[in-house]
Nanobody
Framework: QVQLVESGGGLVQSGGSLRLSCVAS????????MGWYRQAPGNERENIAA???????AYADAVKGRFTISRNNAENTMYLQMNSLRPEDTGVYYC??????????WGQGTPVTVSS
């Protein structure tokens, strides 16, 4: 079993920055990759950034150049540094872990609101 807990969301003005954290606990060794997703009001959940155990990263075009995903394996924590935030970045941000055996685990989400 793996548990994920996100934190760091909040209200920020357009152009501002936030850093989200996702702390993993439990069977950490079963995690293959992790990622950040967001769900805007009325929209489907979308993958915005991903990182493998080896540190390879990928980003959605909408956040490329503004967001940075990283992992601190010693602290079992994944981060999402979000800069130059825009109102369209508003939504609930979730972290996900892809586990061995094609299983996946989600955190509870942390809300981000960007005011114009």
């Amino acid at each position: 079993q793996v548990q994920l807990v996100e934190s760091g969301g909040g209200l920020v003005q357009s152009g501002g920055s936030l850093r989200l954290s996702c702390v993993a606990s439990g069977s950490i060794g079963s995690i293959n990759a992790m990622g950040w997703y967001r769900q805007a009001p009325g929209n489907e959940r979308e993958n915005i950034a991903a990182i493998t155990n080896g540190g390879t990263t990928a980003y959605a075009d909408a956040v490329k150049g503004r967001f940075t995903i990283s992992r601190n394996n010693a602290e079992n924590t994944m981060y999402l540094q979000m800069n130059s935030l825009r109102p369209e970045d508003t939504g609930v941000y979730y972290c996900k872990a892809a586990l061995q055996g094609y299983l996946e685990v989600w955190g509870q989400g942390t809300p981000v609101t960007v005011s114009s």
